[in-house]
């Protein structure tokens, strides 16, 4: 089928009209009689100046879909043009499916327009409330990210993205610019970049938008795309050129997944900021200026003569002959795709409608055997790697690595055995695990690993993103904006749930070996606390198997993100696999076989491989000198259950924590990262007033892995002490202690600045059980 | 003066003598006798790969200086090849000026090796201890920016910019080649970044690695500079064409100084990894591939077949006439400048040295009145604004603005009438406020506002970064990393101390208006809080005089950290500037004016300018129906104050804290962010069981003001009714304030969802003192 030109203006200005209305009218929708002061919101909220381009680049993407019946999807970069992706979705009927009170009637118009920006109403961006939405593009950056995100393993789709020019400033977009090389023709979907030059910011022209024509055109060709320019303001024209450009940008891609080679299309439109909106207001230039950014003519509901001006501008429209009766004409409706190919309906923008869940793989055949405690040794990420192997074998087309270039150094390269890096050039003879269709995806970019990640997710896929600890904090922001986006999709009551977003944290805090204090970092865990326990979870498996326990449960969670945090040294196991799931199961719990008396004088608790090792290590020291001091050791794998039932409705009963954590007695907690989040997790509970944290005290260098638990006091000597001190125990077995210790300190200094190397009698320490 | 090309190579290779011996070397500094097993560092730690290109970019940079005599200062993007910058600055003699006992001599060379990486020793990358770093290249990502902030306002600088191509993939990186559209020739200094294409990351190759030669000649150009490729692994040839290459780019330079005109220069050098280094070890090739990353040649100290490999390779070099007696030979010294030219001896790179304080304006001029509590109305970031108009005129080239774009959405527009916004491109004749020596720097990428203002920190300058508060997460990790920075900064004991960080944070999350629940996140605080109260300091201003108060300490403390939070809309005000800066020299105090009875019931407590409103408001309820109930009422302005002593050597003392918290009252705490954060700060304190905190429980869209309060319980009916609660007290007052409470929640309720605005007596509510 062909669709007539006509129709898509027809479809644009309607389009624009409802993104106009939607700023402005409480009522008389279709202007059918003169604006009064009470058709008018006293509050004028939203954002006009990029509305019109992107409607525009909507309406040609409709146009193609119509024409091609390909499946497309539409990442709307400049999110807060909310009210035209509203409009492109109400218009295509997508809308009222999904919110029966706004239907395609003259009260549903009314009550489109009404509910923007409005209390009890819908929020100003492209937000998880418009169907067709993956992306509410309120933090600028993401757009072609998780564009790129959603092509890969989808062969039939093309995405498009409009880039502002404004987010186009931003770091995460201007790498991203690098993501199709990450993208295999055939094998993956298409993404197709429309970079909207309108030129300015909220207050300032932007860079891009004052660039010559030959410096945008290098810099594109430059990142490896084939740039094309539509330019102009004339709706006639610019309607005729840029279908023709869509097409020829949809053949060229087309072209590319048959034959694998080419450079990939993107579209240069450059278009007045706020086109066909006020050309000026009091004087002032609007149209084509940073004035038209949110509401370019401010109506005082009583001032008639602004009403005039506003009822000037949405008439231009021409909203009766557009909408009759508030519902699309059918010139408007010829311009638009049915079914699923709508750009509202497309199930891909409901990932959780196309996700099925994971064939995973049993974890028993990985797991470490464990004859007696602390005997075996293992790296537990080079156990999980060998399982992710098979998960990534048994997943060819749902499931993803994705990382700054550590899957190898965290020690999950069994996975080479399965699939390869993604090779974002040619290949030489000298690289190894690197292939053009390979599955893992690296880029020295957290901003691309998560955003390719949640692209990945959003669409229903699954997968997980490796990373050094400190460096996760990169996407801190990201990971506030996902987590806000599943809280919203969730209240929605229509969006299905998608896979979580998973993060494992490796070369953590406690093992830097080559790096030193900018690479030590446990804070992830303590800004996504703040997110809430109903969709984060903070793991911090203590061995191999507890890993692999976890990895299964973040694996088959949804509408969640699962942060991991586990080391990838060579360190001593301690549970069963089957043990450890029920310790998941709990969340934390006492570990009879370290130390459970009745009646305890202290409790030594852990959280983390390396604290856990150390709390360890200090009950045994306690033991060969204080026999009888009476212990019981906690602990913790799930942080979020410290929380009460109240905060977390996952979190343990006050009755399960008072079990394990006691209400009078001293704990002593060895904690992976920064001691206060131990208390903000658990400041509610009857014993917090005995918590005594050991954690990170933001000290490090490049150092002994021993060195570095003692800067912080994390080290077997200090839990050790403090437990002894704690308890008031004195007498020869303490002194006998105090000495051991004190020898013990002199000859790790010693050895450690003599050799570089941990004493051999605290490296090679092992659990002697008891 | 002329340096011989000779001496640049042999200055090379002693450079490189170096950078590979400090990875291995415990003693046999100049390999005298055939190395021994104690002569090897058991654990070898660092990073070979990125060096040789190091030393390679810094001889020629020395040349270049030595015969021009032009200040320069050299910013390693690849900060792990921090073995290159030690040897760079113990070359020039600088190292040893700062470390006596690292002297040049023997047994200070054994020294420099034996530190490396090593307990007790110094950290892996170009950290703090190095004189002549401002940059630790940890988190890749920022020397550019880095660089461009060091040459603002420095017309006689050069600042050299080694960037890898592992870094170049980064997003921060990525968008940082626009820098140099904000750097204005002649009052500014240049920047020279040279890209070094060593073709790997850790593992894998780089994405600029595998381009082509043109396609990176387009990204370039595109991006605005003339790039010039230098390429190869002849040392002979690549020394000649470095040279001249080197010339070229600062001969355009100065060019461009002079005219204001042409594309500013940058490099490509294309060299091995590993340049020089072991070219296979076991048949696998090592120079030229990732393997040559870390430690390209692994030597069990103990296996003399590797010993020997080392032997080789180091005494390639020829150590012995490099170093005669293990001090720099006659030829070496003559290829590097001397004095303040010494890259590691230029004032630039311990900014402290330059830094003059601020010609700060007196507030006194721009205090609002205040006659009656709550009776003036004044927008807080308005009234600064006018203030920092002052700074600005004052100090003309050491204080500068930054922001993504904010600068008038967060009413600091005064600033606008002394300078503009710096234009990155041409402006044009609707522009307002913009120019080509405006000296506001926005750009929407918050990587760039901070890392352009951490570089003109770092040399000794002044400034400010304004955001929206939820978008400030988007630099958490740099945040880290400069306070980082910072610690290590102090513990050298010889950098002076350098101008504070400041970020203003407006649009927050209680003030959104056109935006949703991505704009709402107040979580910065909290991320901030894990890094210290010895560095960073939390200010919640609850009005224009106390941000006034706040701002001048602000940018008058050094070494530290400082987060405001104010908003821009206009709010009652409370305090004068004298009582405003008491308040800030007490960190938090009780309101006696609001409420302060000698035996209270119930306490409120609010930190941040609307819960303070509100909880005002809650007061002001409370004592229309229930006269008779015991309150008082205490703001915080300061939150590490609630830190006690013994984690904040500033914070309040106990008695402090308990004079105005009480220890056995309740109190209701109505907080700006996350409630978890005041329990965090103040869990240690005595009456921490009887905080009850109320704030931001991540609820949010686009709605009203009151309606956001309401929606997260920080409204004045909540904190009201919650302060009832929890005093016990009952009785017809108390029936009263539920029901008026009841009638206007229901009111506010219809109003806003029939207006769109607040209820007028709840928007109007003005204290009315008692």
Not at 45 to 69: K, V
Not at 79 to 106: C, F, K, M, Q, T
Not at 491 to 502: E, K, M, Q, Y
Not at 550 to 575: F, H, M, Y
Request: net charge negative.
């Amino acid at each position: 089928m062909t669709v007539d030109l006509a129709a898509v203006d027809a479809w644009w200005r309607a389009a624009n009209y409802l993104s106009a209305a939607q700023l402005y009218l409480l009522d008389n929708p279709l202007l059918e009689r003169p604006l009064a002061a009470e058709d008018i919101k006293p509050r004028q909220l939203g954002h006009w100046g990029t509305s019109p381009g992107l409607t525009f680049m909507m309406a040609h993407t409709n146009r193609a879909i119509a024409e091609r019946r390909r499946p497309m999807l539409f990442v709307a970069g400049p999110g807060h043009g909310g009210p035209a992706v509203i409009a492109n979705s109400w218009l295509d009927g997508s809308y009222s499916e999904r919110h029966p009170d706004v239907d395609r009637s003259r009260a549903g118009l009314r009550e489109l327009f009404r509910q923007f920006s409005f209390p009890g109403g819908v929020p100003s961006h492209a937000a998880a409330p418009i169907p067709g939405s993956i992306h509410e593009g309120g933090e600028l950056g993401y757009s072609l990210a998780h564009a790129t995100g959603a092509a890969f393993d989808n062969p039939d789709l093309t995405v498009v993205c409009a880039v502002g020019d404004g987010e186009a400033e931003t770091g995460a977009l201007a790498t991203s610019w690098h993501s199709h090389r990450f993208l295999r023709p055939g094998r993956d979907g298409a993404v197709l970049p429309i970079l909207h030059l309108n030129g300015y910011r909220i207050a300032a022209p932007t860079i891009l938008g004052r660039m010559e024509r030959d410096e945008i055109e290098a810099l594109f060709r430059g990142y490896g795309w084939e740039p094309y320019l539509v330019e102009g303001d004339d709706p006639r024209t610019m309607h005729r050129e840029m279908a023709a450009t869509m097409d020829a940008c949809l053949d060229a891609q087309d072209r590319i997944a048959r034959t694998g080679e080419g450079r990939p299309p993107m579209i240069v439109l450059r278009t007045p900021k706020g086109w066909t909106g006020p050309k000026e207001v009091d004087g002032e230039p609007v149209e084509g200026t940073a004035r038209a950014h949110q509401v370019p003519l401010k109506v005082a509901p009583d001032d008639a003569e602004r009403r005039r001006q506003l009822e000037d501008w949405l008439k231009s429209y021409d909203p009766l002959d557009l909408l009759p009766d508030g519902s699309p004409s059918k010139q408007v409706m010829s311009a638009v795709p049915d079914g699923d190919l709508r750009l509202g309906a497309t199930p891909h923008a409901d990932g959780g409608r196309l996700s099925r869940p994971l064939d995973l793989p049993g974890t028993e055949g990985h797991a470490v055997p464990i004859e007696t405690r602390g005997g075996a040794t293992a790296s537990a990420t080079g156990v999980l790697g060998a399982w992710l192997a098979e998960v990534m074998r048994r997943n060819p087309e749902t499931f993803r690595l994705f990382g700054p270039d550590e899957t190898k150094s965290n020690k999950l390269d069994a996975v080479f055995d399965v699939t390869e890096r993604k090779a974002p050039g040619p290949v030489a003879e000298t690289d190894t695990d690197l292939a053009p269709d390979g599955r893992v995806l690296e880029v020295l970019s957290e901003h691309l690993c998560e955003g390719w990640l949640e692209g990945y997710l959003l669409t229903g896929r699954h997968g997980l993103f490796n990373s050094y600890e400190a460096f996760i904090h990169i996407i801190d922001s990201m990971a506030n904006q996902h987590i806000k986006w599943m809280r919203e999709a969730r209240d929605t009551g229509w969006r299905s749930s998608i896979p979580a977003l998973n993060w494992l944290l490796s070369s953590h805090v406690w093992r830097q070996d080559h790096n030193g204090f900018t690479h030590q970092d446990p804070g992830f865990l303590d800004h996504l606390a703040t997110k809430g326990a109903d969709l984060v979870r903070l793991y911090l498996p203590p061995d191999a198997n507890s890993l692999l326990a976890v990895a299964e449960t973040a694996l088959t969670s949804r509408d969640r993100a699962n942060c991991i945090v586990a080391g990838k040294q060579p360190e001593p196991q301690w549970l069963s696999l089957e043990e450890a799931r029920e310790h998941l199961d709990r969340g934390f719990g006492v570990w009879d076989w370290a130390a459970d008396d009745a009646d305890p004088e202290i409790i030594i608790a852990s959280a983390g491989d390396v604290p856990t090792l150390e709390a360890l290590a200090a009950v045994d020291l306690i033991r060969e000198d204080v026999p009888e001091l009476r212990l019981r050791f906690v602990n913790v794998v799930d942080l979020m259950a410290l929380q009460p039932p109240g905060l977390n409705a996952d979190g343990a009963s006050d009755e399960a924590f008072d079990a394990a954590f006691g209400t009078r007695t001293p704990v002593i907690f060895n904690f992976h990262g920064y001691p206060g989040l131990i208390h903000e997790l658990a400041y509610r509970r009857a014993g917090h007033a005995q918590l005594h944290v050991h954690g990170y005290r933001e000290k490090g260098t490049t150092t002994t892995p021993f060195n570095m638990a003692e800067m912080n006091g994390i080290d077997r000597f200090s839990v050790a002490l403090d437990a002894i001190e704690r308890s008031g125990r004195s007498g020869p077995g303490v002194d006998r202690l105090r000495q051991r210790v004190d020898d013990l300190r002199q000859r790790q200094h010693d050895w450690s600045h003599r050799t570089g190397e941990d004493l051999p009698e605290i490296r090679d320490w092992a659990w002697r059980g008891r």
